[in-house]
């Protein structure tokens, strides 16, 4: 090689190593963190799975990082940093998230500022707007709580109390659990006249399907009609109140007759009026016979009215003298007079 090459493969070597340390250096700069950060606090129920350095998200986007973790009483005070340049609403909520129980958690910023105050820094979102989940040991915690209150220590008395509660339920009970296997083993040994039993049914059931069918135009044309009656009854429904009414005022008036006349109503319906009936009863023929005349009676008295001759009476109204003209006015006109005002 000579010396002009060797210089050209110098010269590239010393630009791609100054190449390389350029990308380098703005890789550094544009991942570096932005100098700029403000301190903000929350104020969370645990912080379990918080640590310094977790990143703190707003939709998930990193937006600035958890700086320090502080135990106050039943809460913890988390403060965290955020990188300037974005405004966060006074009222935003801190939840701590993660994808698995297990997993490290981060601090979510709930809420998107659009106008009104904002978060100011050095400001601590107060309890009652963060939320944690439940940590893997409190939910172990809580199954091992259901398990104590089931299997206590001392579990053998809780066994005894149920041996001993569970022959309590069953003493007496033998006759009718025989019975029930019984039966049970009698309909498994005999499944046919179960089936032989539905299919008597069915079979039953096909004279009413039958004339069913035989009857349809009548029923649909009843279903058809049905609006019409039911609006009736309806149209009606006011003179049924007004019979209610009057059976009751009814059987008001029958129990004030009974209060007031019933001694001597009763003896009377149970003495003579019994009597009378069963004498009516007994000679019910001679009745008859009697009330066959009647019929007899009525043509004679027609013929003997129509007839030349018949025997008729003579009669003539009393009459009345008025002393004022001088005549006499018969009987069944002086009301007419006195109706019309005449003197």
């Not at 340390?21 to 912080?47: H, K, N, Q, W, Y």
């Not at 005349?293 to 007839?307: C, D």
């Amino acid at each position: 090689m000579s010396g002009r090459s060797r210089l050209i493969v110098k010269v590239l070597a010393v630009v791609c190593v100054a190449a390389a340390v350029c990308g380098a250096g703005v890789a550094v700069a544009t991942t570096r963190e932005p100098a700029d950060r403000s301190a903000f606090c929350a104020l969370m129920p645990d912080a379990i799975g918080l640590y310094a350095g977790n990143p703190v998200t707003q939709m998930g986007y990193e937006v600035g990082r958890v700086e320090g973790i502080e135990p106050q009483g039943d809460h913890v005070q988390v403060t965290f940093s955020l990188a300037s340049g974005r405004s966060y609403p006074f009222d935003v909520r801190a939840v701590t998230r993660s994808k698995s129980l297990l997993a490290d958690r981060s601090l979510e910023l709930v809420g998107n500022y659009t106008t009104g105050p904002e978060l100011a820094p050095e400001q601590c979102i107060p309890l009652e707007h963060t939320h944690t989940p439940k940590s893997i040991s409190e939910i172990a915690g809580s199954a091992a709580d259901f398990i104590d209150a089931l299997a206590p220590d001392d579990g053998g008395e809780n066994v005894r109390r149920t041996v001993l509660g569970l022959d309590e339920a069953l003493r007496g009970q033998g006759e009718s659990a025989a019975d029930m296997m019984r039966h049970a083993a009698e309909a498994a040994a005999d499944p046919d006249k179960l089936v032989a039993d539905i299919g008597s049914s069915i079979a039953n059931m096909a004279p009413l399907t039958d004339e069913a069918l035989r009857r349809w135009s009548s029923i649909r044309s009843i279903v058809e009609q049905m609006p019409a009656v039911v609006a009736a009854g309806i149209d009606l429904w006011p003179g049924v109140i007004e019979v209610c009414e009057g059976i009751g005022w009814l059987v008001a008036t029958l129990h004030d007759i009974q209060q007031n006349y019933g001694a001597d109503i009763w003896p009377f319906v149970h003495g003579p009026a019994t009597d009378a009936l069963k004498l009516a009863a007994t000679r019910s023929n001679d009745m008859a016979g009697l009330i066959s005349t009647i019929p007899s009676v009525a043509p004679f008295l027609a013929q003997q009215t129509t007839r030349d001759g018949a025997l008729t009476i003579a009669y003539q109204p009393p009459t009345v003298a008025l002393t004022t003209a001088g005549t006499e006015v018969p009987m069944d006109r002086l009301l007419d007079l006195v109706r019309t005002g005449r003197n």
